[in-house]
């Protein structure tokens, strides 16, 4: 008999997350022989705790397919990151006893490095308890900071929305800089890896140039130099805009956008970039500002996704599917750029022990000499990723997502509590 799947979500959704969601489950379906029902988990990892499993072949072909222009999580994500194996033995426990309950021996992980290093883990549980499961991570995370895999899918929608919106606000602040308005700065995501900021420079294109400044995690703030930027641009132009990453650090190692807390992974919890830098504008050469954080927007935004992020973050799932028919285990496809111009890429695969909490930042080849701007060698990088357009239908002016059922699947074991 044909074991069944767990597949599940975690971290912050994107815009192409449930693309990977349909690649696995669609790619499931035609496997009928090999792999029986595909159980998702509600909210994560923490579904699988708690046994709030979501039977997908409740869902209609049509539905999954959908998915694949829907954008966030269409199972609910988490950010729970499991403790080993000698911290925290229960919780690993009670997943063997929901998984053998459920039958359950191909486990699906749709997240970045944190669901990377659980999927890394679970594999290894099973070999410790005597359980086969497969565990395969599929890459997914708007950072676009996994190691080994060229880029990750979901950064290519967010760099594209990201590189529009820099354009059209800049396009916006320089009609009114002659009379009010002379700065701009947008808030981007990027704890520690500064390629979502990067996107920012694609801005200046097709013969237009914006004057931006980029301020990168990567690049330590220098305040002196940033205020000097901004007036030759002002000066120059009559006006700038900023691109600044939350991760973006002073010398001593704080975070400008640093609020004091943290969240479940135990990451400082960041937001507040924008205003500390508009305000320092302000305050050091007096211009008038505006400011805006992309916040969810920019990872929301699936009306205008990127086509290769779409076909890459399917593919992933795909691949995921048919690395463990192959009886792969402990792996996570990835993508192969072959060449930039044009622009061809394959998939090929990558050890999670690899993977799992290493951190991939912006190479300095990427940033510019003065630490504000990319340089051609990123542009030829970033460049393809936001390429093409894959628009979801629409109805009376909206777009039709779909939400799913969601259906649980009967429970077989106790309750289980997620501390």
Known sequence: ?????????????????????????????????????VYAGQNGIIGALTEDLIDTSKESAQAIAALR???????????????SLEDNKREYERL????????????????????????????????KMGFPIQAIHIPKTVDNDLPITDNCPGFGSVAKYIAVSTMEASFDVRSMAKTSTKIFVLEVMGRHAGWIAAAGGLASSNGT??????????VEFDQEKFLAKVQANVEEHGYCTIVVSEGTKWPDGRFLAEQGTRDDFGHAQLGGAAPVVANMIKDALGYKYHWAVADYLQRAARHLASKTDVEQA?????????????????????????????????????????????????????????????????????????QGEDYPPYKDGMPEYVTLKNEKAGKKLGEFEVK
């Open 1 to 37: 008999m044909p074991k069944n799947a767990f597949y599940a979500q975690s971290g912050g959704v994107t815009a192409v997350i449930n693309a990977s969601a349909c690649g696995v489950i669609e790619t499931a379906r035609q496997h009928g022989d090999k792999i029986g029902t």
């Open 69 to 83: 222009h829907t954008p966030s999580g269409g199972f609910g994500s988490c950010r729970y990151k499991m403790k």
């Open 96 to 127: 063997i006893e929901v998984f053998k309950a459920h039958d359950i021996g191909y486990f699906f992980y749709n997240g970045g490095g944190d669901s990377a290093d659980t999927c890394l883990k679970v594999s290894q549980l099973s070999e």
């Open 209 to 218: 140039e914006i004057p931006t400044v980029i301020l990168f995690p990567e």
């Open 314 to 386: 399917y593919a992933m799932g795909k691949a995921g599917v048919e690395l463990a028919l192959e009886g792969k285990n402990s792996v996570m496809p990835a993508i192969v750029r072959e060449s930039s111009t044009p622009y061809k890429w394959s998939i090929g695969s990558a050890q999670l022990s690899d993977v799992a909490n290493v951190e991939k930042m912006m190479p300095m080849e990427f940033i510019s000499e003065d630490g504000l701007d990319i340089t051609e060698a990123c542009r030829e990088y970033l460049v393809p990723l936001i």
